[in-house]
Nanobody, 125 residues
Framework: QVQLVESGGGLVQAGGSLRVSCAASGLTFSNYAMGWFRQAPGKERELVAAISRSGPTTYTADSVKGRFAISRDNAKNTVYLQMTSLKSEDTGAYYC??????????????????WGQGTQVTVSS
C-alpha cells in the first residue's frame, strides 16, 4: 500500500521560513518523479515545484521562484520543500505527489499517480 505522508506545516509570520517533508512508503521511491502542489481556499490546486527521479532536474513555479526549493533524499524515501520569504499568498494546503510517468518531470496534476493527505501552511501578515 502506497503512502505519502506530509509533515512540517504550520503557522509562520510573513518573511519567515518553513520546510515541509513528505515520507513515502510502499513504492520504489527512486522510480518516481515527485511534486509539491498547493491549494488555497476557493482556488484550484497548483504545482509549486517538481523534481526528477534522481534529483538533478527541478522545476519551480514562477510565483515561488527564488524563494522555494525542492529536494529529495532517495535513501530516506523523502522529498522536501524548503520555503523562505513566505508571503500571505503562500497560505494553503500543501500536497506531495508521486509520478511513475515517462517524463523527467511531471507538470500536470493528472500525471501523478499517488497523493498525500496534505499539510496546512498558514502565513500571517
Amino acid at each position: 500500500q502506497v503512502q505519502l505522508v506530509e509533515s512540517g506545516g504550520g503557522l509562520v509570520q510573513a518573511g519567515g521560513s518553513l520546510r515541509v517533508s513528505c515520507a513515502a512508503s510502499g513504492l520504489t521511491f527512486s522510480n518516481y518523479a515527485m511534486g509539491w502542489f498547493r491549494q488555497a481556499p476557493g482556488k484550484e490546486r497548483e504545482l509549486v515545484a517538481a523534481i526528477s527521479r534522481s534529483g538533478p532536474t527541478t522545476y519551480t513555479a514562477d510565483s515561488v521562484k527564488g524563494r522555494f526549493a525542492i529536494s529529495r533524499d532517495n535513501a530516506k524515501n523523502t522529498v522536501y520543500l524548503q520555503m523562505t520569504s513566505l508571503k500571505s499568498e503562500d497560505t494553503g494546503a500543501y500536497y506531495c505527489a508521486a509520478s511513475l510517468g515517462r517524463a523527467v518531470i511531471s507538470l500536470k496534476a493528472d500525471e501523478y499517480d499517488y497523493w498525500g493527505q496534505g499539510t496546512q501552511v498558514t502565513v500571517s501578515s
